[in-house]
């Protein structure tokens, strides 16, 4: 079955240090994988996606994330932390079983705080 | 382009009544997904269209809750009789799926409060 799981529900970073987010996956497919990023009150935003190609993906507001098929990952990165960046993200992958091709299964999310 | 729309953002309203979202999703899509978020539970997926036929619907909480999809461009989510329980923010997507690699655009959600 496809699953999702992010590993630590909060991270707390300073202002200019490296951001890192951590998702695991697994999927019976060639996986798609994507990161939605969502501010307060308001809904989610993609901020990149894999599908197929290179594995280094870069998005919007300067993050990126490479898949690693050996590790089964697709961890979120930004080399300098902007307080504008603290927000909840969510990674997703595609669903793979019968008519639910079309669905994404999300990760529980990781809160980033930025500390100035 | 207009995004998915929502309505209303904010619903106030009293255990027991029913309560109606509605959604419009974006022009030329073809999937539609309704989503329901809550502190303790997170981003729970509800009900998922296809060509507007219900194609999973294995995350309505239970038979109070029932949505329709009339046609490509118009969706309902509706509560009858509503809890306390059921306040969440409620979210509604739709994606591509012939092109879009799954990729969902997320409406800005209804904030509901049920007293």
């Known amino acids: 079955a496809q699953s999702v799981t992010q590993l630590g529900s909060h991270v707390s970073v300073s202002e200019g240090a490296l951001v890192l987010l951590r998702c695991n996956y697994s999927s019976s497919v060639p996986p798609y994988l994507f990161w939605y990023v969502q501010y307060p009150n308001q809904g989610l935003q993609l901020l990149l996606k894999?599908?197929?190609?290179?594995?280094l993906v870069k998005g919007i507001n300067g993050f990126e994330a490479e898949f690693k098929k050996s590790e089964t990952s697709f961890h979120l990165t930004k080399p300098s932390a902007h307080m504008s960046d603290a927000a909840e993200y969510f990674c997703?992958?595609?669903?793979?079983?019968?008519?639910?091709?079309?669905?994404?299964?999300f990760g529980k999310g990781t809160k980033l705080s930025v500390k100035p | 382009d207009a995004g998915v729309i929502q309505s209303p953002r904010h619903e106030v309203t009293e255990m027991g009544q029913e309560v109606t979202l509605r959604c419009k999703p974006i022009s030329g899509h073809n999937s539609l997904f309704w989503y329901r978020q809550t502190m303790m539970r997170g981003l729970e997926l509800l009900i998922y269209?296809?060509?507007?036929?219900?194609?999973?619907d294995s995350g309505m909480p239970e038979d109070r809750f029932s949505a329709k999809m009339p046609n490509a461009s118009f969706s309902t989510l509706k509560i009858q009789p509503s809890e306390p329980r059921d306040s969440a923010v409620y979210f509604c997507?739709?994606?591509?799926?012939?092109?879009?690699?799954?990729?969902?655009?997320f409406g800005p959600g209804t904030r509901l409060t049920v007293l």
């Open positions: 894999y599908t197929t190609g290179a594995t």
């Open positions: 997703a992958v595609r669903d793979a079983y019968g008519g639910s091709q079309g669905n994404l299964i």
């Open positions: 997507a739709s994606s591509f799926d012939r092109a879009s690699y799954n990729e969902q655009f």
């Open positions: 269209f296809n060509n507007n036929v219900p194609i999973d």
